[in-house]
């Protein structure tokens, strides 16, 4: 053996000691009856069991060439063992190599004891998990891990075995700080993930992104007013947020499921153009004049001068209060700095009300005094023409008498 091949040997992998418990990742050279091997760089090789990479239908899942991710167990006679986790009824005797390596083992929950559960692992031994341990957060029905298989996490081995204490915990949290530090190279704010609702408060909305955990305030639910936000998310529903604020320093990330929806404002000189009428509801008043929404996400300002139908007004309160329905006309918007001034539209039947309507027929405008002359010319015509064929009616009576 050449000196750099005995100094690989020494160090172990990668320039390393390999100590029970540490992991790496190494490509799969041979496939054999019981053993797949491993190459672990130079002349040295590893050995993983078959039966961890063998599904329910005797097939194995891995060939030449494969990269797998496995744990250092032990060197016995020169060999070095490896596994992806520790389980079935050979590990028993690896039980106590896989608590002093922190190499995870498999086990099934199998019953429901005071504080905890039950677990078998290593085909007969038996250990205890405790309520904490068992997920990142408490259980709310602990009966839905009977009769599950999970990775877990040796805590405790005493007794040559027969007191061992579990944690699954840990091992997710070791898992998840992994995808954190993920993320971490690759998430930036702007993007747009998948996650699942976690939990859901008054004030917001937690979700849970793979790796992190972020809050989507109740302000960046929608682009409308959101008086309830159970009404619109419950845990376990998947949704598409874009990231609004990443905090890796303090792990506080704000997101938005605001951000995924089409911009209202965007399209608003279309949908409500200058001078057209619309309805909308008082969504907050304010000294100087009352917001009224038109659309979810698109409010325009009733200045305090134009609710008062010429009456001087000290508070908009005086004539509307929140959530009445206005009929309002569009005098002015500004979509860019998302703006839309509005005033009290005239009651139906009032001059400028049909002032408005013949203008929307395509009739041209006419001032109120203006219709008012006009009246009055008709009707005097209206008067002369009925004298008129009035004297001549007349005229051949009076001939008669002279």
């Known amino acids: 053996m050449s000196g750099f091949a005995e100094l690989f040997e020494q160090e172990g992998v990668g320039g390393q000691q390999l100590e029970p418990g540490r992991k790496i990742t190494a490509r799969v050279v041979e496939v ?71 190499v995870p083992v498999e086990g099934t929950v199998e019953s ?11 085909g007969s031994a038996r250990a205890f998990c405790p309520y904490s341990q068992m997920d990142r957060r408490r259980a709310e029905n602990p009966e839905e891990f009977l009769g599950q298989s999970f990775s877990f996490l040796i805590m405790e081995f005493r007794e040559g075995g027969k007191n061992i204490l579990l944690s699954r915990r840990q091992l997710l949290e070791q898992e998840r700080q992994e995808l954190k530090e993920q993320l971490r190279q690759s998430l930036k704010v702007g993007d747009l993930v998948t996650g699942t609702v976690t939990s859901v408060r008054d004030f917001g909305a937690f979700v849970d992104i793979g790796g992190i955990e972020g809050l989507v305030p109740i302000s960046e639910i929608g682009w409308g007013r959101v008086e309830d936000i159970h009404s619109h998310l419950e845990p376990g529903r998947q949704v598409e947020v874009a990231i609004k604020s990443l905090d890796w320093d303090k792990d506080r990330y704000s997101l938005s499921l605001k951000d995924t929806l089409p911009d209202p404002w965007e399209q608003v000189a279309v949908a409500f153009p200058e001078g057209s009428t619309q309805r909308g509801r008082v969504a907050r008043l304010a000294d100087f004049g009352a917001f009224v929404t038109l659309a979810p996400g698109v409010d325009g300002l009733v200045h305090i001068s134009k609710l008062g139908a010429g009456r001087r007004l000290n508070h908009p309160r005086e004539v509307v ?34 002032e408005e309507k013949g203008a929307a027929a395509g009739s041209p405008a006419k001032h109120p ?32 008498k002279r």
């Open 321 to 354: 209060q929140v959530g009445d329905e206005l009929e309002v006309q569009v005098e002015a918007v500004a979509g860019e700095q998302r703006r839309i001034s509005l005033a009290v539209a005239p009651p139906a039947g009032s001059p400028a009300a049909e």
């Open 369 to 400: 005094a203006a219709g008012r002359e006009e009246t009055r010319q008709t009707a005097n015509s209206k008067e002369k023409q009925s004298m008129g064929t009035l004297g001549d009616l007349l005229r051949p009576k009076m001939d008669d």
């Open 112 to 122: 429901e004891t005071k504080g905890g559960f039950l677990v078998r692992i290593g």
């Open 32 to 102: 054999g009856r019981e053993w797949i091997f491993i190459d672990l760089g130079g002349k040295s090789e590893g050995s993983v069991a078959k039966t961890e990479f063998t599904d329910p239908e005797g097939n194995c899942t891995v060939a030449p060439g494969d990269e797998l991710e496995v744990f250092f167990l032990a060197d016995k006679k020169n060999e070095k063992i490896f596994t992806t986790k520790v389980g079935g009824a050979a590990a028993q005797a690896h039980l106590e190599e896989a608590f002093h390596g922190r």
